[in-house]
């Protein structure tokens, strides 16, 4: 499952095979459809309950995140099935080196909002630095000299753009793992927009 940015993204995977897939841009609304596409992904490969759940923990919007997590962990409840995580950049990463195997280097690149990027190198398919959100000149430069992928990628300047896809929840079958096992908490890379009013005593 995979709600942590524009996508709505679902699939039922066995092994290697995708069996029955929902992915779709959809901007808003993940909280009333996740559910729902859910229910009509598992309708149409004809299972009632799958053997675990990998949820995209980011990075994000914090609200669709959020949405993702509290669906995966409420459906794993009901099913009585074990809930895992797996990280957008590591999804976007897999898909590209899987299209370009002759790649051993690459960087991840994420629309972050408020004007800034995510951005993750990696190397022969493996992490090679952690996630930071850089602005788009200083993306640029992190990514000079290296294959890009991501919907972020055409926000930089003059780069070699593998893809500019968006994480697809069917890429969990292309992914370690130890990449699909995490623990599924939300992975926050920079504080929240809002911030709490501080509390007063009088």
């Not at 609200?63 to 957008?88: D, K, Q, S």
């Not at 070699?160 to 890379?189: C, E, F, G, M, Q």
Request: glycine content about 10%.
């Amino acid at each position: 499952m995979d709600t942590a940015l524009a996508g709505l993204s679902v699939a039922l995977c066995d092994g290697d095979r995708i069996v029955a897939e929902h992915h779709v841009l959809i901007g808003r609304g993940h909280a009333e459809s996740v559910i729902p596409v859910v229910a009509d992904v598992m309708a149409r490969a004809g299972v009632d309950v799958p053997d675990a759940i990998v949820v995209d923990i980011g990075p994000g919007s914090f609200t669709g995140l959020r949405i993702g997590i509290a669906a995966a962990r409420a459906l794993g409840l009901a099913w009585g099935v074990p809930v895992h995580g797996m990280r957008a950049t590591d999804l976007v990463a897999a898909a590209a080196f899987a299209d370009a195997p002759d790649c051993d280097r690459l960087a991840v690149v994420l629309d972050a909002g408020r004007g800034q990027l995510y951005v993750q190198h990696f190397e022969r398919g493996q992490p090679a630095g952690d996630i930071v959100a850089l602005s788009p000149p200083d993306a640029t430069r992190a990514c000079a000299g290296i294959a890009v992928a991501g919907p972020g990628a055409p926000m930089l300047g003059d780069a070699r753009i593998l893809s500019d896809a968006w994480p697809r929840a069917a890429d969990a079958r292309l992914l370690t793992p130890a990449a699909r096992a995490l623990t599924p908490t939300p992975l926050y890379v920079r504080a929240p927009d809002a911030v709490a009013p501080a509390m007063l005593l009088s």
